[in-house]
């Protein structure tokens, strides 16, 4: 089934509220009975065996400067002030420690075929600290050269610097929050994002080729104004959407 086969019957089944699946377990099912010894003893599980599965690692960088109004992630606001990075850092590090020694089993070290960052704004950190954190991971992991490797970016925070840390740690995929170019929208969602200023950081990272489909998604959106600025040229996107519900 292509991506634009998809059966309207297949679309009514799913087009239903259902939890916030960009965690797993989602977040109903976490129990406060489960404790970190269990955490542990799972990790300690998933190595035993002669096979054991390779590992997919997922890192949750939760600051933001400013609240987006839609927000339903774990997310820490600070305005302006970054003082947090380093401490956080030094927390996810002591965590690798022991999930790394948890998982490596009898030794062997499983590789990594998926990493993603997300949050909050993985791009709030500056790139030396995306370097830092980006050198921790495979100083306790081994990735795999095929891995993919996933970060969300916000182009309102996201730097020239930021795109060569991240092409220069391997990230091979990027996901970026478009939720309405109309300024009005922007404004009652309290999420100022220009057009302008996302064009050219996906200009930046990609390169004209993916415009074509951003283009794609921006007219099935309903952007058409904006879709029609864009180059043309195949890639890959994915376009989730935005839905406003009155209270
Ligand atoms: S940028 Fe993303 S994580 Fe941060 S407040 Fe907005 S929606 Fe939430």
Known sequence: MSALDVPLALLRRYNVQGPRYTSYPTAPMWKEQFGPTDYVSILRESSEGEAPAPLSLYFHLPFCERLCFFCGCTVVITGTRHAGEDV?????????DGVAAAVAGDGRRRKVVQ???????????????????GRSIRDRFDVAPDAELGVEIDPRVTTPEHLATLAGLGFNRLSMGVQDFDPRV???????????????????FLGPG????????????????QARHLAKGPQGLEALALVVESR
């Open 88 to 96: 956080y850092l030094d927390a996810v590090e002591r965590e690798m």
């Open 186 to 204: 922007q404004e009652a969602i309290n999420r100022i994002q220009p057009f302008a200023a996302t064009r050219d950081l996906v200009r930046e």
């Open 210 to 225: 993916l415009l074509g489909r951003l283009e794609e998604c921006l007219r099935r959106a309903g952007h058409r104004a």
């Open 115 to 133: 990493l993603h960052w997300g949050g909050g704004t993985p791009t709030y950190f500056s790139p030396t600290r995306l370097e830092r954190l």
